[in-house]
């Protein structure tokens, strides 16, 4: 196989389902979704289920040392093409010396999956840079806000279905940026649904993820762009009175993001149109650009200014921060209060 370098999980999984095996997989980052679906994948893919028993071996950092693993890998397929071993956890491995030996010459019948969760190896480290040129790295990051939308669509395209927008911001807002949990909560609807319409709506997020479609924080992010200072009211006291439908530390990152991207917006080259702000803050339409395009008819940059202040602290009081007697609830009022007026 081809030398490779640090790559995506997209290109990285082409070539898996092309067949092609590297010796050696390290797979590491914040963001545990995606170094489990690869290492999910291999197993499943890299051997057949007969040959499972004698050419697999699943270990954890906690359980094992360089040197075991290094030995496994050494080993030779039993009436297999290949064997794979598996090491999750692989960040509780101290020593790495051996493996370090073990990929100057690695074995072409093994596949080595290392899963290194919760952080990145020292890439100045001898065994990334051996990785690197006789195998596959992938760096798995946690997605921005901005970033699950798509993942949201992308996926839902992928399970051969179709989603409304305000159904997938309902999803994205109740669920957040756990993909496992994510991925978990739309294959559940997915399944709910009849094999001839692949559809969600809002009423399916409603009825199948327990959001409601009208209070939710797709509609209060709504309901601030509109500066609608009844239903954003509304939607807080049904928040303060349901804390599991809306959190403070759910919506308070959310409309810190829109206030972000609106203080961006006001950069954007005059005339500041749609496609301008969709241009200047990277968007992938001009119909996500709408709502900044509104929002900078109800707010100046001042009070945009503002608001992120407000934000900032109304986040720091919610964590205890000068503040032991206000409870979420009210915070938000207060800060609804200062958006709005």
């Not at 179709?162 to 756990?178: E, R």
């Not at 001042?302 to 934000?311: F, G, N, P, V």
């Amino acid at each position: 196989m081809a030398k490779k370098q640090a790559q995506t999980y997209e290109s990285i999984m082409s070539e898996l389902r092309k067949g092609h095996y590297a010796p050696v997989y390290l797979l590491m980052g914040d963001e545990p979704y995606y170094i489990d679906q690869m290492e999910e994948y291999i197993m499943e893919h890299a051997i057949l289920p007969e040959e499972r028993d004698f050419n697999l071996t699943v270990t954890y950092g906690l359980d094992t040392n360089a040197q075991r693993v290094a030995e496994a890998a050494m080993g030779y397929p039993m009436m297999a093409e290949r064997q794979v071993v598996v090491v999750r956890e692989a960040q509780n491995i101290k020593q790495w010396e051996p493996l370090e030996t073990y990929l100057d010459h690695p074995m072409p019948t093994t596949v080595l999956v290392l899963c290194y969760k919760n952080g990145t190896m020292d890439k100045r480290r001898r065994l990334v840079k051996q990785a690197e040129n006789v195998g596959v790295v992938l760096e798995s990051k946690k997605k921005s806000d901005r970033d699950l939308v798509p993942f949201i669509e992308a996926y839902v395209r992928e399970k051969g279905a179709t989603a409304d927008v305000k159904a997938v911001h309902m999803i994205k807002d109740h669920v957040g940026a756990d993909l496992s949990r994510l991925t978990s909560e739309i294959d559940k609807v997915l399944l709910s649904l009849p094999a001839d319409k692949k559809h969600i709506t809002p009423e399916v997020v409603e009825d199948r993820v327990g959001v409601s479609k009208e209070y939710n924080i797709f509609e209060l992010r709504d309901a601030i762009v509109r500066k609608d200072v009844l239903k954003a009211n509304r939607i807080i006291q049904y928040f303060d009175a349901n804390p599991k439908a809306g959190s403070i530390y759910a919506i308070l990152p959310n409309i810190f993001s829109f206030f972000q991207n609106l203080m961006i917006a006001y950069y954007a080259p005059a005339p500041r149109g749609e496609r301008e702000v969709a241009q200047h803050l990277e968007l992938r339409g001009e119909w996500q650009a709408r709502e900044y395009v509104t929002a900078m008819r109800a707010y100046s940059g001042r009070k945009t200014m503002e608001i992120l202040a407000k934000i900032r602290e109304v986040d720091a009081r919610s964590k205890g921060l000068d503040n032991q007697n206000t409870a979420p609830g009210e915070l938000l009022k207060e800060l609804m209060f200062v958006i709005m007026h």
